[in-house]
């Protein structure tokens, strides 16, 4: 299995959108958005289960991101975004689990990121 490939990152003002996409290969259970903004941690923005289409979020973004999938392309819509939503975002992919959500899965394979700037 071959890890995601991460595109349609870039730089947009407070307020605007912008959507990821992400080519997936194999059949993936788990499957997900990370981040990591500069000197902060790595931390899950949205995750989908493959398996029950059940959708989680971390709160800082609930309501304003939105995960999807279709066929072999997991996307990630981002209304309103903020400068905090600055970072380096991650697809992630994974076996099956009972931790597919946004508070507990841990990724087997991540792809090499795409940045993400929002300018005030």
């Known amino acids: 299995q071959a890890d995601p490939v991460e595109s349609g990152g870039g730089s947009v003002q407070t307020g605007g959108s912008l959507r990821l996409s992400c080519a997936l290969s194999?059949?993936?259970?788990?499957m997900g958005w990370f981040r990591q903004a500069p000197g902060k941690q790595r931390e899950a923005v949205a995750v989908?289960?493959?398996?029950?289409?059940y959708t989680s979020y971390a709160v800082s973004v609930s309501g304003r991101f939105t995960i999807s999938k279709e066929d072999r392309t997991l996307y990630l819509q981002m209304n309103s975004l903020q400068p905090e939503d600055t970072a380096i975002y991650y697809c992630?992919?994974?076996?099956?689990?009972?931790?597919?959500?946004?508070?507990?899965?841990?990724?087997?394979?991540w792809g090499r990121g795409a940045q993400v700037t929002v300018s005030s």
């Open positions: 992630a992919t994974g076996h099956r689990t009972s931790r597919c959500n946004a508070d507990e899965w841990s990724p087997n394979y």
């Open positions: 194999g059949y993936n259970y788990c």
């Open positions: 989908f289960d493959n398996l029950s289409g």
